[in-house]
């Protein structure tokens, strides 16, 4: 699977990565691009990382697995992971603008906050996560009570990826 990733939005997110932030804009973006590479090495997954550049946007390497891109001044990076959203892909962002274009798109749409708690796990960095029987019970609804919703099942399963 291909992850997609709003990279401001996900180090926003992550108080580690946030402090690392706070130092420089760059520092942020390769604590990042750091971790997102262990768990690319461990899982074998891909992962194209999606900021709001200033200038003329480009891409480079962010190491082993791991592809940075920067939007152009006339686009956002919100626009760009729309654009790059289809089937076989995963998108990681808190927007719901983004997580809404990329469902539209046919791609799995996952919370920053959800893919943290999975990717800190693997990356051995963060502590106190929540374990899976600590998450809040799902509404009711028609259908299987036994079966999670269509959606709830793509995440997890997407997130299974990882390891």
């Not at 130092?23 to 997102?36: F, M, V, Y």
């Not at 390497?61 to 076989?88: I, K, N, Q």
């Not at 299987?144 to 390891?163: E, F, M, Q």
């Amino acid at each position: 699977m291909h992850w997609l990733v709003d990279g401001y939005n996900v180090i926003r997110c992550t108080p580690e990565l946030s402090a690392r932030e706070r130092e420089s804009l760059d520092a942020g973006r390769q604590a990042l691009c750091r971790l997102l590479s262990t768990v690319a090495r461990s899982s074998g997954e891909r992962f194209t990382v999606v900021f709001d550049g200033d200038r003329g946007g480009g891409s480079m390497a962010g190491g082993l697995g791991v592809r940075v891109m920067f939007s152009s001044a006339r686009e956002t990076a919100d626009r760009v992971l729309a654009r790059l959203a289809g089937a076989g892909t995963a998108v990681v962002s808190n927007d719901r603008e983004v997580r809404d274009a990329a469902t539209r798109a046919g791609a799995t749409a996952i919370g920053a906050d959800e893919f943290m708690g999975r990717v800190g796990r693997l990356g051995g960095r963060r502590e106190g996560d929540k374990s899976e029987s600590d998450e809040e019970p799902l509404r009711q609804k028609k259908g299987n009570p036994r079966r999670l919703p269509k959606k709830v099942r793509r995440t997890k399963r997407a997130l299974g990826r990882l390891g």
